[in-house]
């Protein structure tokens, strides 16, 4: 890619000599793996091709030609775009996942530039334009955030933890990141997708995790003397007769009564309503947004889906397409053995369209080839050529007949008849499918002027152009892509489901959904196996004797396979491990390694994705060396600054100093809390956030790995608990046995989700054998520990992906938040870059400390945090100033490609700063 002009060769000329090239160490990357939502699109006079870069944090911009298209420029953005929207032919807006912002770029004059940084809430994930003259922009966003401010409720039941921002896009107001027009909560876990109606008039918003309505009774509800006595299906011994512990069950709400498999009801257990509203409706007309009201098809659509990808509107008959997968987590086991043709082996979720119109939902699977009766023919098979796995972005022609959609995790696009998709005529067939080379789409948009689609791919950071009349891929790009290779090899093993499963419908993203996790629990033991024992690694047992693991484990929520480097075994007791392969020493020996008890899960290809036969060990080690890498993002109920509010530092010494139990330890004896690292084990390594890889025997009736605590903020939703006898009892404080109503969420916070909430966690404790004299006895000792465990330290300190842009007439709000990010620069927990274009070049600088910024041009050098304010204040040219994780800055900031050569200085030789190997 060249990005330089005549006008920026000539002057830089005049100023600059030859210079020399710099070395320096191979630069940082930290992984996220931002799953990518809106990726592309095209102008609206269809010349220009806009595409985020993800890995490199950067919107690149093609001109579209009769020969395919050709890289005009690229343009620095905030961390992990995820979604592009092209207001009009002078204007596009980028959500940054990371960042929680939104990047305004001016692509009017010779080179483009950010303009304006929008302030949003907490990972935002999409946008569109609607309204009156499409003038508003509409923005999702999880219901949290630093930069929200507004008070989140965290332990407050039935509130909506997903939000649409909405902007006048004419009119964004003097604040720091902008004043929303209004702000529209949406009664649902987190949410991901939009789309317009054709008239503009209609906002259609998705829940992303939007829940099957199922649930769990926990196990002291549950008598443990097996079906026959009331208790749980059978069967209740694993293959050697030895009885399971005593483990929840999974019920799902039928309509009128929570059930099981068996059909039997549990509604004295549950004490919340589930409600299914999965895809919103936002009036957008005149006025001021808001909901409309009304049940299903009005104010929301049900029966969408478990996890909602993306959403198109047909512009012809204003139907909604939602691309989803629905969970079957209400069924129990995994494993090829006995009881095989029962469980979850190879039909783990349905993949789906579902068809949104006045008569409600209408799901449509696309998967109707596969026989699930059928597991699991030796690859390649007929069956898994035609599958679908994951479908992403949509496209669809003018008309509205014919439907595109990308599908991550079988490397196509395929190609639907809309009324044969609505009228569920349809059949899949190879003559609609067209592969896609690059792997991984995720995104697709239509130039139906040239008969083209332009798909992104994710595997390979491209860009694949197919021609529509031939259903053939015609021309492939690249972006730059700064992952090291160990990324890029291995990424392919977490979403491949044609490689990786034997129908081709399942991967392991299919649950670990980008990385993370699907917010439900599911029952994935295997009555085939044996009864082990636990590895030698055990902080402490709670039981006489130590438990070992039972095959039949009971519900147990999704884990994200995020920050699992340094956290020793794996699953939620620990059975994944590395025993007997090392000495027992911390971070990597024995039980402790990652990599062994990452590398223990190649059994899970065969016994639940249904492949016939496990990864090589190679591949494996491929895959294990890709998820190692991938970190948790910053905390956003922590303050910017790392300091903590009155509540969260109380809590926070209450669990670092309070003695608790008749036993006398305290909250961080199991839960380790050391986010630099602990120097007793003599290695550098990333630190514990909440366990140290250690076992604790006996807990919740079975043997359990100390969990981590990085993620329990995203748990919050889930409030109503029936009666237990273990742990409540009259002097339970905070404890409401009173139905609590709506909720957004079926699991909550402990390994099986029975739990609702921390607080009731934290008020447990004041109750039962276990309590001691200065256990909690006050309800806001156990609000004060919760609000610090939702603010608990993770990988990155809290500023990590803020940015702010810098205009001639903002200095004064902007001012102090440059401020801030230099301050915590300063101490350690971010590198600070600016960029801005100079001469209709881009100009950066990185943050080096005591007010200096080195340049990405070295005849400039060294400026101080004065002149680079002058940019923007004097010189009228933005300056975006972003924090950065620790050891990207010189990367992001002033060395793209990493190749010792300044980015300006490679612009002025006429040499590509995006490609090492182009040098001058």
């Given at each position: 890619?060249?990005?330089?002009?005549?006008?920026?060769?000539?002057?830089?000329?005049?100023?600059?000599?030859?210079?020399?090239?710099?070395?320096?160490?191979?630069?940082?990357?930290?992984?996220?793996?931002?799953?990518?939502?809106?990726?592309?699109?095209?102008?609206?006079?269809?010349?220009?091709?806009?595409?985020?870069?993800?890995?490199?944090?950067?919107?690149?911009?093609?001109?579209?030609?009769?020969?395919?298209?050709?890289?005009?420029?690229?343009?620095?953005?905030?961390?992990?775009?995820?979604?592009?929207?092209?207001?009009?032919?002078?204007?596009?807006?980028?959500?940054?996942?990371?960042?929680?912002?939104?990047?305004?770029?001016?692509?009017?004059?010779?080179?483009?530039?950010?303009?304006?940084?929008?302030?949003?809430?907490?990972?935002?994930?999409?946008?569109?334009?609607?309204?009156?003259?499409?003038?508003?922009?509409?923005?999702?966003?999880?219901?949290?955030?630093?930069?929200?401010?507004?008070?989140?409720?965290?332990?407050?039941?039935?509130?909506?933890?997903?939000?649409?921002?909405?902007?006048?896009?004419?009119?964004?107001?003097?604040?720091?990141?902008?004043?929303?027009?209004?702000?529209?909560?949406?009664?649902?876990?987190?949410?991901?997708?939009?789309?317009?109606?054709?008239?503009?008039?209609?906002?259609?918003?998705?829940?992303?995790?939007?829940?099957?309505?199922?649930?769990?009774?926990?196990?002291?509800?549950?008598?443990?003397?097996?079906?026959?006595?009331?208790?749980?299906?059978?069967p209740n011994v694993n293959h050697a007769g030895v009885p399971e512990a005593n483990v929840g069950l999974i019920v799902k709400w039928d309509g009128e009564h929570w059930v099981d498999e068996l059909g039997r009801p549990w509604d004295d257990h549950i004490k919340f309503n589930l409600p299914d509203r999965d895809v919103f409706v936002i009036d957008a007309g005149p006025g001021v947004p808001q909901l409309k009201p009304g049940g299903a098809g009005s104010g929301f659509?049900?029966?969408?889906?478990?996890?909602?990808?993306?959403?198109?509107?047909?512009?012809?008959?204003g139907r909604v397409y939602v691309t989803n997968t629905e969970a079957r987590n209400e069924v129990r086991f995994e494993g090829p053995g006995e009881f095989a043709a029962t469980t979850v082996r190879g039909h783990m979720v349905d993949t789906q369209i579902s068809v949104l119109g006045g008569g409600g939902t209408a799901t449509r699977q696309l998967n109707k080839h596969i026989n699930y009766n059928d597991c699991c023919a030796e690859r390649p098979n007929e069956e898994?050529?035609?599958?679908?796995?994951?479908?992403?972005?949509?496209?669809?022609?003018?008309?509205?007949?014919?439907?595109?959609?990308?599908?991550?995790?079988?490397?196509?696009?395929?190609?639907?008849?809309?009324?044969?998709?609505?009228?569920?005529?349809?059949?899949?067939?190879?003559?609609?499918?067209?592969?896609?080379?690059?792997?991984?789409?995720?995104?697709?948009?239509?130039?139906?002027?040239?008969?083209?689609?332009?798909?992104?791919?994710?595997?390979?950071?491209?860009?694949?152009?197919?021609?529509?009349?031939?259903?053939?891929?015609?021309?492939?790009?690249?972006?730059?892509?700064?992952?090291?290779?160990?990324?890029?090899?291995?990424?392919?093993?977490?979403?491949?489901?044609?490689?990786?499963?034997?129908?081709?419908?399942?991967?392991?993203?299919?649950?670990?959904?980008?990385?993370?996790?699907?917010?439900?629990?599911?029952?994935?033991?295997?009555?085939?196996?044996?009864?082990?024992?636990?590895?030698?690694?055990?902080?402490?047992?709670?039981?006489?004797?130590?438990?070992?693991?039972?095959?039949?484990?009971?519900?147990?929520?999704?884990?994200?396979?995020?920050?699992?480097?340094?956290?020793?075994?794996?699953?939620?007791?620990?059975?994944?491990?590395?025993?007997?392969?090392?000495?027992?020493?911390?971070?990597?020996?024995?039980?402790?390694?990652?990599?062994?008890?990452?590398?223990?899960?190649?059994?899970?290809?065969?016994?639940?994705?249904?492949?016939?036969?496990?990864?090589?060990?190679?591949?494996?080690?491929?895959?294990?060396?890709?998820?190692?890498?991938?970190?948790?993002?910053?905390?956003?109920?922590?303050?910017?600054?790392?300091?903590?509010?009155?509540?969260?530092?109380?809590?926070?010494?209450?669990?670092?100093?309070?003695?608790?139990?008749?036993?006398?330890?305290?909250?961080?004896?199991?839960?380790?809390?050391?986010?630099?690292?602990?120097?007793?084990?003599?290695?550098?390594?990333?630190?514990?956030?909440?366990?140290?890889?250690?076992?604790?025997?006996?807990?919740?009736?079975?043997?359990?790995?100390?969990?981590?605590?990085?993620?329990?903020?995203?748990?919050?939703?889930?409030?109503?608990?029936?009666?237990?006898?273990?742990?409540?009892?009259?002097?339970?404080?905070?404890?409401?046995?009173?139905?609590?109503?709506?909720?957004?969420?079926?699991?909550?916070?402990?390994?099986?989700?029975?739990?609702?909430?921390?607080?009731?966690?934290?008020?447990?404790?004041?109750?039962?054998?276990?309590?001691?004299?200065?256990?909690?006895?006050?309800?806001?000792?156990?609000?004060?520990?919760?609000?610090?465990?939702?603010?608990?330290?993770?990988?990155?300190?809290?500023?990590?992906g803020q940015q702010i842009t810098l205009r001639p007439n903002n200095s004064a709000v902007v001012g102090p938040r440059i401020d801030l990010l230099m301050d915590r620069a300063d101490a350690g927990e971010c590198e600070l870059i600016a960029k801005a274009s100079v001469l209709s070049v881009e100009f950066g600088a990185v943050y080096t400390g005591n007010g200096n910024f080195t340049t990405s041009l070295t005849a400039v050098g060294t400026r101080t945090d004065a002149?680079?304010?002058?940019?923007?204040?004097?010189?009228?040219?933005?300056?975006?100033?972003?924090?950065?994780?620790?050891?990207?800055?010189?990367?992001?900031?002033?060395?793209?490609?990493?190749?010792?050569?300044?980015?300006?200085?490679?612009?002025?030789?006429?040499?590509?700063?995006?490609?090492?190997?182009?040098?001058?």
């Open positions: 890619m060249r990005i330089r002009t005549l006008r920026t060769s000539t002057v830089l000329a005049l100023l600059v000599a030859a210079f020399p090239g710099e070395t320096r160490a191979a630069p940082a990357f930290t992984a996220f793996e931002s799953g990518q939502v809106r990726p592309i699109a095209l102008s609206p006079d269809g010349t220009r091709l806009f595409a985020v870069n993800t890995p490199d944090n950067r919107l690149e911009i093609y001109a579209v030609t009769a020969r395919g298209l050709r890289h005009v420029e690229s343009v620095p953005v905030g961390l992990e775009p995820v979604a592009v929207a092209a207001r009009n032919s002078d204007e596009v807006w980028v959500v940054n996942h990371l960042s929680d912002s939104v990047s305004i770029v001016d692509v009017s004059g010779l080179n483009a530039e950010v303009e304006r940084t929008l302030l949003v809430g907490d990972e935002p994930r999409d946008i569109v334009f609607a309204g009156p003259g499409k003038s508003r922009a509409f923005i999702t966003a999880a219901h949290r955030g630093q930069n929200t401010g507004f008070d989140p409720q965290n332990t407050t039941p039935g509130v909506g933890r997903a939000d649409v921002w909405v902007f006048n896009a004419n009119n964004l107001g003097s604040a720091l990141g902008g004043q929303p027009l209004t702000r529209i909560n949406l009664f649902s876990d987190v949410p991901r997708a939009l789309a317009v109606s054709p008239d503009g008039d209609t906002v259609y918003a998705a829940s992303f995790m939007s829940g099957n309505q199922t649930t769990v009774v926990g196990p002291h509800q549950i008598t443990n003397d097996g079906e026959q006595a009331g208790g749980i299906p059978g659509f049900t029966g969408v889906g478990t996890v909602l990808f993306n959403m198109i509107v047909n512009p012809s008959s898994n050529e035609l599958s679908v796995s994951q479908p992403n972005g949509m496209a669809i022609t003018a008309d509205g007949s014919t439907l595109y959609v990308a599908v991550l995790g079988n490397d196509k696009v395929v190609v639907y008849d809309t009324e044969a998709l609505e009228d569920d005529s349809f059949y899949p067939d190879a003559g609609d499918q067209i592969a896609v080379s690059g792997g991984g789409p995720t995104g697709v948009v239509l130039d139906e002027q040239r008969d083209r689609l332009y798909v992104l791919t994710r595997f390979d950071n491209g860009i694949s152009i197919i021609d529509t009349d031939t259903r053939e891929e015609t021309g492939h790009v690249t972006m730059h892509n700064p992952e090291p290779p160990s990324l890029v090899q291995g990424r392919r093993f977490l979403y491949d489901a044609s490689y990786t499963s034997s129908h081709g419908d399942s991967a392991c993203a299919t649950c670990h959904i980008f990385g993370d996790n699907d917010q439900l629990a599911w029952d994935l033991g295997d009555p085939d196996l044996d009864v082990v024992d636990p590895p030698n690694i055990l902080k402490m047992t709670l039981n006489p004797a130590e438990v070992p693991f039972h095959p039949m484990k009971g519900p147990m929520t999704t884990q994200s396979l995020r920050g699992m480097a340094n956290h020793g075994a794996m699953h939620w007791r620990g059975d994944r491990n590395g025993e007997g392969q090392g000495a027992n020493v911390q971070p990597d020996g024995g039980a402790y390694s990652e990599r062994a008890a990452f590398k223990a899960f190649n059994v899970a290809f065969e016994g639940l994705l249904g492949r016939d036969e496990p990864l090589t060990e190679a591949e494996m080690d491929a895959f294990t060396e890709f998820v190692l890498q991938i970190t948790y993002p910053p905390n956003p109920h922590r303050a910017l600054d790392n300091t903590l509010t009155a509540s969260q530092q109380a809590g926070h010494e209450f669990f670092t100093t309070r003695l608790t139990f008749a036993v006398d330890f305290r909250c961080v004896d199991c839960h380790v809390l050391d986010p630099n690292g602990n120097a007793q084990y003599g290695v550098e390594h990333p630190g514990f956030f909440g366990s140290d890889g250690q076992l604790v025997g006996g807990e919740f009736s079975q043997t359990f790995k100390v969990p981590h605590l990085r993620n329990i903020y995203t748990k919050i939703g889930m409030f109503g608990m029936a009666h237990d006898p273990q742990i409540h009892d009259t002097t339970f404080v905070g404890y409401d046995p009173s139905h609590q109503g709506d909720q957004v969420r079926g699991f909550g916070i402990t390994h099986d989700g029975t739990i609702d909430s921390v607080q009731r966690f934290m008020g447990a404790f004041s109750a039962g054998p276990l309590n001691g004299p200065d256990g909690f006895h006050l309800r806001q000792e156990q609000l004060d520990v919760a609000e610090f465990l939702f603010a608990f330290d993770t990988n990155l300190k809290p500023i990590v002149q680079l304010r002058q940019l923007a204040t004097m010189l009228h040219n933005p300056v975006t100033y972003t924090c950065v994780p620790p050891g990207s800055g010189y990367r992001l900031g002033v060395d793209r490609d990493g190749d010792g050569h300044r980015d300006a200085d490679e612009l002025l030789h006429a040499s590509d700063p995006a490609d090492p190997s182009d040098t001058p």
